[in-house]
């Protein structure tokens, strides 16, 4: 299996800018496809993005295309998240999830999560 370790959220003014990181160990992580999720108070956890395990196919939420990009470097196991032009709706606790088929969108078909960064958007 595979431990995951998110890092770099924060406070930003909204339209800034941050950069998640999620850090794997375990067993191959090139082995995975790996996807950003989020949960706002009293909300259920949402899709944000996914990523193939080549990094050759990558997926978007709508509210977030065009915005955030997410990459990864399989030879450092490390998962990128780049958000920019945040909005203050998009507070919430970020997670990155690890799943061993196809990258997908929903919760239910990622094995591997992570504790999860907190990214507050002051407006």
């Known amino acids: 299996q595979v431990q995951l370790v998110e890092s770099g959220g924060g406070l930003v003014q909204a339209g800034g800018s941050l950069r998640l990181s999620c850090a794997a160990s375990g067993r191959s992580f090139g082995n995975y496809a790996m996807a950003w999720f989020r949960q706002a108070p009293g909300k259920e956890r949402e899709f944000v993005a996914a990523?193939?395990?080549?990094?050759?196919?990558?997926y978007y939420a709508d509210s977030v295309k065009g915005r955030f990009t997410i990459s990864r470097d399989n030879a450092k196991n490390t998962l990128y998240l780049q958000m920019n032009n945040l909005k203050p709706e998009e507070t919430a606790v970020y997670y990155c999830?690890?799943?061993?088929?196809?990258?997908?969108?929903?919760?239910?078909?990622?094995?591997?999560w992570g504790q999860g960064t907190q990214v507050t958007v002051s407006s």
């Open positions: 999830a690890a799943t061993t088929g196809r990258a997908r969108t929903r919760v239910v078909d990622y094995n591997y």
């Open positions: 990523i193939s395990w080549s990094g050759g196919i990558t």
